[in-house]
């Protein structure tokens, strides 16, 4: 059975020679390993043009958004008939050496007991983090990260592809509801896991305003949650009193959330170049 790995990168060379070593030293060898890169910088692009040639490097012009980078690995993993399972990973996604293993192993289990399922996810974990339990068995959960999923190609031709609009944030969570729509959940298994170097990160100006419009997006007009907008303007609020009391450009990140929600609500989506985000 074909195994895919399908790693996104951008401006990633602090993390991405981990990724690397990491799927070198699986025990269970991908067939093909593709990575694209989404409009880089050096030295990125520098470490990349060095990999060997067992490395296949899809080079984008631009950054196209984490949902389109995606999908440009996963077109050409599944454009090959022997592909069976796509191996998905970020460049800060750094698999331990049993992690594709393990996630196979799980996914023929389900497979020989005539469960259907989208995706199989491993546990995310820091470095850092001190609870590292590999314990528990595979359980439904509502919604999925890109970092170290493994899908299987038959769950993409059914499916499709991660929605592109949506440039960065919340894409993972709309493409695990439309999964749970088709009758294909999400699995998690606790006893394989991946350290996500990103976890915990805080959020950028650019990120604030992705991350907020994507969900006011998703949880008014995907989800049709009852009290979606006010429940969003009330944490936005909160957010608002912290960034007046202790954050720096106070002007520009409250004027990123308002541009934000209100872009959510009118369903205002894709990449966007306001000056407020990098300026």
């Known amino acids: 059975m074909g195994v895919v790995t399908s790693v996104l990168s951008y401006n990633s060379v602090s993390t991405l020679p981990g990724v690397i070593a990491g799927i070198e030293s699986q025990s269970h060898q991908p067939d093909r390993v593709i990575i694209v890169d989404n409009g880089s910088d050096e030295p990125t692009l520098e470490f990349l043009r060095q990999l060997s040639p067992r490395f296949e490097v899809l080079f984008l012009p631009e950054n196209v958004g984490l949902g389109a980078g995606h999908n440009t690995g996963w077109r050409s993993a599944i454009d090959d008939p022997t592909c069976d399972y796509v191996w998905v990973l970020e460049n800060d996604s750094v698999p331990p050496p049993d992690c594709l293993e393990r996630l196979l ?41 890109f970092n170290g999923v493994l899908i299987p190609a038959g769950t993409l031709h059914r499916v499709g592809y991660i929605r592109e609009d949506f440039f960065i944030d919340q894409d993972d969570w709309e ?9 294909l959940p999400v699995y998690k298994d606790p006893a394989t896991t991946i350290d996500h170097m990103g976890k915990g990160r805080e959020s950028s100006i650019l990120r604030t305003y992705y991350t907020v419009r994507n969900d006011v997006y998703l949880r008014r007009t995907i989800r049709r949650e009852p009290f979606a907008l006010p429940r969003v303007l009330l944490r936005s609020g909160a957010a608002v009193v912290r960034t007046i009391l202790a954050e720096d450009a106070k002007w520009r990140r409250i004027r990123t959330r308002m541009a934000a929600i209100r872009d959510g609500v009118r369903g205002d989506l894709g990449k966007k170049d306001y000056s407020f985000l990098t300026g």
């Open 105 to 145: 192993a799980t996914a023929h289990s389900l497979e020989a007991k005539g469960t259907d399922y989208g995706a199989i996810l491993p546990k995310q974990v820091h470095p850092d983090d001190p609870r590292r339990e590999r314990t528990g068995a595979p359980r439904i959960v509502p919604n999925m990260t």
């Open 175 to 183: 493409y695990s509801d439309r999964l749970a729509a088709a009758g």
